[in-house]
């Protein structure tokens, strides 16, 4: 019997990989953390970017009813790096205040793909 193993992490939320600029998204969200960051950091990334909301990132990568726990560690890690790396571009202080304004903020930074257009 052949045993089948999930999907490659980066293979999770391939959407975001077709419509954003991941590469130079993960270069310089590493340079604001100070350090690369972690597979799980980028697939919570990946799924934002998607347009998932906290619960339905639970349910899909933690099979989890509840999104506490991703919401905490939405907002005491990738939200922070998010809002140092962009406040450091734009040279004044610039806050996400929930998951909804990361696609906007990256956007507007310049990080999505020509051509995509995201709806909320």
């Not at 052949?2 to 340079?31: C, G, H, M, T, Y």
């Not at 349910?59 to 809002?83: A, D, F, P």
């Not at 610039?94 to 990080?111: C, D, P, Q, R």
Request: charged content about 25%; hydrophobic content about 40%.
């Amino acid at each position: 019997m052949v045993a089948v193993d999930s999907p490659p992490i980066e293979e999770e939320f391939i959407e975001a990989q077709k419509n954003w600029d991941l590469d130079k998204l993960n270069v310089d969200l590493a340079s604001a953390k100070t350090k690369a960051l972690t597979p799980v950091e980028k697939k919570l990334l990946r799924a934002l970017l998607c347009g998932c909301i906290p619960a339905e990132i639970a349910k899909k990568v933690y099979q989890s009813s509840t999104s506490s726990t991703v919401r905490v560690y939405l907002s005491n890690g990738l939200y922070k790096y998010i809002e140092d790396m962009l406040s450091n571009q734009a040279g004044c202080l610039i806050k996400v205040k929930n998951w909804s304004h990361v696609t906007h903020l990256l956007e507007k930074a310049g990080y999505k793909k020509t051509g995509f257009k995201y709806h909320q």
